[in-house]
T-cell receptor, first 112, second 114 residues
Framework: QKEVEQDPGPLSVPEGAIVSLNCTYS??????FMWYRQYSRKGPELLMY????GNKEDGRFTAQVDKSSKYISLFIRDSQPSDSATYLC????????????FGTGTLLAVQP | DTAVSQTPKYLVTQMGNDKSIKCEQN?????MYWYKQDSKKFLKIMFS???????INETVPNRFSPKSPDKAHLNLHINSLELGDSAVYFC?????????????FGPGTRLLVL
């Protein structure tokens, strides 16, 4: 069993929809939780960064962490075709600096 | 200017060959990484260097040897290439502070072993 599980999708939604992406994990030592976005043939780029449990909002993006359930989510409001990408959750026990463990990524397609 | 750059972008080679991938970052960061992303998009850390010193060495065949001539460069040499080495290899460097600490990824090197 992988330390981090993520539904690979693909997920296809119409423009303007609310998208929910999720990851579960097994290591209770994880404290730092990130979402990366990866466009086709590009490197991953950091989208959201959360420490411990709680919510964090940045524009159309909201990250939620529930450490008691070992479950993290990324919500995208008013999704746009430019949001079409692979979304990777990542987490670590000691900050983004060291040994990030990634999920397998969810491929999202937003249809215009 | 590209923050993290890798060369080459594409590499097609035969089994048994030896090849190198180069990475350079102009962000002034001390810590750099190599990751391998397989065909299912699974991204796994291989190595990490901090100021030219190896700090993470995951379970990677010893055919893979990283080298950091200075803190702005981290190269990856692969001996006796195998079919299973085909993947995208990403270099990354670590920067920022506190909750904005992050790893900045390069564009990737697509390696195909025939």
């Amino acid at each position: 069993q992988k330390e981090v599980e993520q539904d690979p999708g693909p997920l296809s939604v119409p423009e303007g929809a609310i998208v929910s992406l999720n990851c579960t994990y097994s290591n209770s030592a994880f404290q730092y939780f990130m979402w990366y976005r990866q466009y086709s043939r590009k490197g991953p780029e950091l989208l959201m960064y959360t420490y411990s449990s709680g919510n964090k909002e940045d524009g159309r993006f909201t990250a939620q962490v529930d450490k008691s359930s070992k479950y993290i989510s990324l919500f995208i409001r008013d999704s746009q075709p430019s949001d079409s990408a692979t979304y990777l959750c990542a987490m670590s026990a000691s900050g983004a600096t060291n040994k990030l463990i990634f999920g397998t990524g969810t491929l999202l397609a937003v249809q215009p | 200017d590209t923050a993290v750059s890798q060369t080459p972008k594409y590499l097609v080679t035969q089994m048994g060959n030896d090849k190198s991938i180069k990475c350079e970052q102009n962000l002034g960061h001390d810590t750099m990484y190599w990751y391998k992303q397989d065909s299912k998009k699974f991204l796994k850390i291989m190595f990490s260097y901090n100021n030219k010193e190896l700090i993470i060495n995951e379970t990677v065949p010893n055919r893979f040897s990283p080298k950091s001539p200075d803190k702005a460069h981290l190269n990856l040499h692969i001996n006796s290439l195998e079919l299973g080495d085909s993947a995208v290899y990403f270099c990354a460097s670590r920067g920022g502070w506190g909750t904005r600490e992050t790893q900045y990824f390069g564009p990737g090197t697509r390696l195909l072993v025939l």
